[in-house]
């Protein structure tokens, strides 16, 4: 079993919908969770960093994470054309610095 | 004040070449990484410097060596590269090796 899971998609939404994208891990240990967005050929860019269980949100952004199941989410509301990109989940794995990251689920938002 | 900038955006060199990556940073971040990323692949890490020491080394062939020369920058020198190692390659750093990772916009690599 990996130690992260991302369904890769791709996923398509027409603009103005709510985007739902989900990760599972396997590690309990892990403690801190991000969300990148990438497009395409430029570099990750950090949306959300949580550490605790419970909802986080900035914008249009939501993240949630539930340790218990060992599960987090990142929600879009009033998705723009501009969000197409892949979005990525990561932990980083102990002290060690080693970012475990998801496949990534590649978005497109149609106008 | 976010922003790891990269040196150079596109690179091609030939198998013979010896070239160098750059990276900066001035967020006061102490630990800084290399990573390397593949098409339509999530970036795989390669190096961890941490206080300007090397603490992990993902088992990288020697054909890369890194180099950090103080706590703001960060080298990739290159030498006697694969065409498989043509790649995307990232910088990131962040304030301790378990927090946030910023990355840089990259450094698109081609091995002729």
């Known amino acids: 079993q990996k130690e992260v899971e991302q369904d890769p998609g791709p996923l398509s939404v027409p603009e103005g919908a709510i985007v739902s994208l989900n990760c599972t891990y396997s590690?309990?240990?892990?403690?801190?969770f991000m969300w990148y967005r990438q497009y395409s050929r430029k570099g990750p860019e950090l949306l959300m960093y949580?550490?605790?269980?419970g909802n986080k949100e900035d914008g249009r952004f939501t993240a949630q994470v539930d340790k218990s199941s060992k599960y987090i989410s990142l929600f879009i509301r009033d998705s723009q054309p501009s969000d197409s990109a892949t979005y990525l989940c990561?932990?980083?794995?102990?002290?060690?610095?080693?970012?475990?990251f998801g496949k990534g689920t590649k978005l497109s938002v149609k106008p | 004040d976010t922003e790891v900038t990269q040196t150079p955006k596109h690179l091609v060199m030939g198998m013979t070449n010896k070239k160098s990556l750059k990276c900066e940073q001035h967020?006061?971040?102490?630990?800084m990484y290399w990573y390397k990323q593949k098409a339509k692949k999530p970036p795989e890490l390669m190096f961890v410097?941490?206080?300007?020491?090397?603490?992990i080394n993902e088992s990288v062939p020697s054909r890369f060596s890194p180099e950090c020369p103080n706590s703001s920058l960060l080298n990739l020198h290159l030498h006697a590269l694969q065409p498989e190692d043509s790649a995307l390659y990232l910088c990131?750093?962040?304030?301790?090796?378990?927090?946030?990772?910023?990355f840089g916009p990259g450094t698109r690599l081609t091995v002729l």
């Open positions: 590690n309990s240990a892990f403690q801190y």
């Open positions: 949580t550490y605790s269980s």
């Open positions: 990561a932990m980083p794995k102990g002290s060690q610095g080693n970012l475990i």
């Open positions: 410097y941490s206080y300007e020491k090397l603490s």
């Open positions: 990131a750093s962040s304030q301790a090796k378990e927090t946030a990772q910023y």
């Open positions: 967020m006061g971040h102490r630990a």
